[in-house]
């Protein structure tokens, strides 16, 4: 017993952990030799054959200490400087590095349309529609197209036209009219390539011949069938535009002017994902599913697989109480389904991309000028041959800003930093700041919200067994408002809302339920008077205060449940140049239906305390509807 406690403790060592470099691993060979085998080897002359043996134990520590440092460096996404381990540890996070970025620009777009003889106003019957992805060119050859579609004949406040004179005839009086929209062009053109594939093969892929792929624009089959790009393979949902007409939904087509698309869910199983490369190729991936049987038919449980059938698939074991499975199943079959959509195959795939972007797509002012396609539609029924032939060759476009953003390929740095901010937002809706930016941020093509407010829904509901009622914890209203024609709050259409609450829906938490519902509009006048300073022009100090106060009181400056501080109003008059003091300030409520008021009713002098109009319990908001009559001022003296 005594001999093996001692053998016991001559195999224990003492072990550094802490040198990693050959300096340090050689130090620390000649120490542990000198200590442990003293009898064995004392020659640590640097010529002597064990110095060798030791000095190669040494480098071949240090190298596997480096590459082991630059194993668990590379791991971190801050620390990483291999531009492919940050590519691989970004798309982990969920980001998509982007291989080229485009400029933006506002293109200023004209037309000319007869003048209507029996008006003496533009005959719109000459105005054109043109198509989003209208090209256009600057003088240095950069394509530019449109991101939205052009139509004269509307003028909204969305939307609006400028129409001048451009010509007169002989007489004096107008001959030619000149309109002007403005739309959003990106850089970028547009590329085609096609691809052959034969037999299915589980997450095939395929690589753009293009370094500056900035939008996968759509990918279709001979059939014209689409696929669709989502964030991943597993999201079989994808949103999808469809136009806002009579043949879309007769009962929404009425509110085309608001939201001109619908947003509709839709289920696909052909579907694809991109990467970009660390070389800034751009690959598109596809799914493992080779079956078109439903996958709920296909995925097993995993429970069942390799379970064997004892009792038979009979009708009668199973109605004696007996379980069965009715499918063969093999455990390779949980990758042959549309879980992950389907392989292309026995196809050909042509894919439209927009290419361009960079540094080099940021030109000057005034550089876009030259029209390459068009996209215009015109119902000539009707009309002047000759008439139709000058309006469709009047198209021009001319940017009066410089177009900006444009850059090319994102730098490690940008990747790491932006992957951070993706991560930290998980793509999803949880705080109430969640759900205001996804507002405001949904698309305007399906209807613009200007106002949100976010509160908990406090009504009751009875569920549908029992009569208890209870509060739904998990419920939330989400109080809009947007404006009309003339930049007043009104209700979101109910296509608007729709949109909405489809948009929301992908970035919701799945047990969140959300109301969408208007927010109460309370009218108010401002009444005021102030003491000039001496030396300065009475009216003119009351008209500065006036537009003082139109600034402040625009809407655009006002939230939902956005209490009024008197003080600070009375503050900021006391700033105009030639006011000494303010003497009076109140709001009052304005609310006669028949005048274009909300009709809401508003114990103004009830909801002030300490100089602060609050709102009401019901999440509404203050709005000075017309700011040239409903704000008065006046000049008392001492």
Known sequence: MANECNLDKKQVRDLKYLNTDFQGFREKLINYAK?????????????????MFIEMAAYVGDVMSFYTDQQLKESLLLHAEERSNVVDIAKALGYKTKASCPSIVKLCVYQVVPVDVSTGQPDLTYALEISAGMECKSTDGVIFM??????????????????????????????????????????????????????????????????????????????????????????????????????????????????????????????????????????????????????????????NIGMQLPYGNTANNFMNGSTYVDVAFDPANTMFTRAYGLAPSDVTLTVRYMEG??????????????????????????????????????????????????????TLDDIKQNAL???????????????????????????????AYLDKDEQYWVQTVGTHEIKNPLAINLYTKTYDGSKNLTNLTPLAKQNLQTYLSQYRMLTDAINIKDAHIINIGVDFSILPRP??????????????LKCIFDIDNWSINEPIILP????????????????????????????????????????????VVYPSMDPSIFEVKYLDDDIKGRIVGY
């Open 357 to 410: 972007g960079g540094v080099a797509s940021n030109v000057a002012a005034k550089r876009i000028d030259e029209v390459v396609d068009k996209k215009i539609w015109l119902d000539e029924d009707g009309l002047d041959v000759g008439e139709v032939k000058i309006v469709k060759n009047s198209v021009a476009v001319i940017n009066m800003d410089p177009a900006v953003g444009g850059r090319s390929a994102e």
């Open 146 to 303: 449109t991101q939205d579609a052009v139509d004269f004949k509307t003028d909204t406040l969305k939307e609006p036209r400028t129409t001048t004179v451009y010509k007169l005839d002989s007489s004096g009086d107008p001959r030619y009219f000149l309109l002007k929209k403005e739309v959003t062009a990106l850089s970028g053109e547009v590329k085609t390539e096609s691809f052959d594939f034969d037999e299915p093969k589980k997450f095939d892929k395929i690589k753009l011949d293009s370094t500056a792929v900035v939008s996968i624009l759509d990918v279709k089959d001979e059939a014209g069938n689409k696929w669709y790009e989502v964030p991943y393979l597993a999201q079989d949902n994808i949103f999808e535009d469809v136009i806002n007409n009579w043949a879309s939904d007769p009962s929404m087509s009425a509110y085309n002017y608001d939201a001109p698309y619908i947003l509709k869910l839709r289920r696909t199983s052909k579907r694809f994902t991109t990467h970009v490369r660390a070389d800034n190729y751009t690959e598109i991936h596809f799914g493992a599913g080779i079956s078109m049987q439903p996958d709920e038919v296909i995925v097993p449980n995993p429970e």
């Open 535 to 548: 030396g300065f022009h009475n009216q003119e100090v009351l008209l500065k205060c006036i537009t003082k």
């Open 568 to 611: 600070k109003i009375a503050t900021e008059l006391d700033k105009v140049e030639g006011v000494q003091t303010v003497k009076s300030l109140r709001i009052y409520n304005l609310f006669d239906e028949n005048l274009g008021y909300s009709g809401n009713i508003y114990d103004i002098k009830g909801a002030t305390r300490n100089a």
């Open 35 to 51: 200590n442990y085998f003293p009898d064995i080897y004392n020659d640590f002359n640097e010529s002597s054959p064990g110095m």
């Open 421 to 451: 901010a993706h991560y930290s937002s998980q793509n999803r809706a949880v705080t109430r700041e969640d759900y205001i930016a996804r507002v405001y941020a949904m698309p305007p093509k399906y209807g613009s919200v200007t106002k």
